[in-house]
């Protein structure tokens, strides 16, 4: 079924979320954050549920959608959820599935060969699975006119062959067929640190959740904005910028990432774009003044 587009002008710069899935998932919370009580989830489980969880099961809700971006004539796409009939043997929640996300897009005025970049904040599976799709037996690039920013870090430490995957990873054939028909087809441009868009957007590395994962910073009309993709994947962690997901590669980078960029936020009051949020997607954070934040309001965007 085809999902409204949720738009949002940022100074000159045209925000919207594309949606590929939103709807219950198996993952507790005790399971993809293990640092985090269960009294907290019982003691805010009236304004979690049912946004970002499921208080009557115990489990999460899962929110895949990509941020379009328009700025200055550029149609940028910021990570590209699971994709369709992706073999995931260790993540079979984000396998063969079957999603409108496509036409979704097109809902929103964009077509695959009008894409001009394609930036994957970070390689876990549910950030790239778009960046292909299957024409015959070959994965191929499915926005064949983009470029793909991937940082560097990334690209090394999840390349199998480079960094060899444990037994059981979740990130199995990732690589294989969401990174490389890219790199085979010469689309990919590696970066590391920081890199300039245009005026309006730079890219910038904040490791922790993984060693490569990164930051998109809008600054458009006095207007600011983070994407964060998963250094922040539930509101769990703005109320406790301690808590990890059990998929940060280093705790203590994470950790130190998360609450840098929430502290900013705050004293600049960019609106915060994560990775998953369900209900309006993004939000403006304050300093709680006890080294915690608070959500002080939320995006102008449709519930989700």
Same mark, same amino acid.
């Given at each position: 079924?085809?999902?409204?587009?949720?738009?949002?002008?940022?100074?000159?710069?045209? !925000?919207?979320?594309?949606?590929?899935?939103?709807?219950?998932?198996?993952?507790?919370?005790?399971?993809?954050?293990?640092?985090?009580?269960?009294?907290?989830?019982?003691?805010?489980?009236?304004?979690?549920?049912?946004? /970002?969880?499921?208080?009557?099961?115990?489990?999460?809700?899962?929110?895949?959608?990509?941020?379009?971006?328009?700025?200055?004539?550029?149609?940028?796409?910021?990570?590209?959820?699971?994709?369709?009939?992706?073999?995931?043997?260790?993540?079979?929640?984000?396998? &063969?599935?079957?999603?409108?996300?496509?036409?979704?897009?097109?809902?929103?005025?964009?077509?695959? @060969? &009008?894409?001009?970049?394609?930036?994957?904040?970070?390689?876990?599976?549910?950030?790239?699975?778009?960046?292909?799709?299957?024409?015959?037996?070959?994965?191929?690039?499915? /926005?064949?006119?983009?470029?793909?920013?991937?940082?560097?870090?990334?690209?090394?430490?999840? @390349?199998?062959?480079?960094?060899?995957?444990?037994?059981?990873?979740?990130?199995?054939? !990732?690589?294989?067929?969401?990174?490389?028909?890219?790199?085979?087809?010469?689309?990919?441009?590696?970066?590391?640190?920081?890199?300039?868009?245009?005026?309006?957007?730079?890219?910038?590395?904040?490791?922790?959740?993984?060693?490569?994962?990164?930051?998109?910073?809008?600054?458009?009309?006095?207007?600011?904005?983070?994407?964060?993709?998963?250094?922040? &994947?539930?509101?769990?962690?703005?109320?406790?910028?301690?808590?990890?997901?059990?998929?940060?590669?280093?705790?203590?980078?994470?950790?130190?990432?998360?609450?840098?960029?929430?502290?900013?936020?705050?004293?600049? #009051?960019?609106?915060?774009?994560?990775?998953?949020?369900?209900?309006?997607?993004?939000?403006?954070? @304050? @300093? #709680?003044?006890?080294?915690?934040?608070?959500?002080?309001?939320?995006?102008?965007?449709?519930?989700?």
């Amino acid at each position: 079924m085809v999902t409204e587009p949720a738009r949002v002008l940022l100074g000159d710069v045209e !925000v919207t979320r594309v949606q590929e899935y939103a709807g219950e998932s198996p993952a507790t919370p005790g399971f993809l954050f293990p640092e985090s009580s269960p009294a907290y989830w019982a003691d805010n489980a009236g304004w979690l549920d049912p946004d /970002f969880y499921d208080a009557t099961r115990g489990t999460l809700r899962t929110v895949l959608h990509t941020w379009l971006i328009r700025s200055q004539g550029t149609i940028i796409l910021l990570d590209t959820g699971a994709g369709n009939g992706k073999e995931r043997p260790y993540a079979p929640v984000y396998a &063969h599935h079957d999603t409108a996300y496509l036409d979704n897009l097109r809902a929103a005025g964009v077509s695959p @060969d &009008h894409v001009d970049i394609v930036i994957n904040t970070h390689l876990h599976v549910d950030h790239v699975g778009w960046n292909t799709s299957l024409n015959g037996r070959d994965w191929v690039p499915t /926005f064949p006119n983009a470029r793909y920013l991937i940082c560097e870090p990334d690209f090394l430490f999840w @390349d199998p062959i480079r960094t060899p995957r444990p037994p059981g990873d979740g990130n199995q054939n !990732v690589f294989e067929d969401s990174v490389q028909p890219l790199q085979r087809a010469g689309l990919i441009d590696l970066w590391a640190g920081e890199h300039p868009i245009n005026s309006e957007l730079v890219l910038q590395a904040e490791p922790g959740h993984t060693p490569g994962s990164s930051v998109l910073r809008l600054q458009s009309g006095g207007t600011g904005a983070l994407f964060v993709g998963d250094i922040l &994947h539930s509101p769990v962690q703005i109320g406790n910028p301690d808590i990890n997901s059990c998929f940060c590669e280093d705790p203590a980078m994470a950790r130190a990432a998360r609450r840098r960029l929430l502290a900013e936020a705050a004293d600049r #009051s960019l609106l915060v774009f994560p990775g998953h949020f369900g209900g309006h997607s993004a939000c403006h954070v @304050d @300093d #709680s003044g006890d080294g915690a934040f608070i959500i002080r309001d939320w995006a102008d965007l449709a519930r989700i």
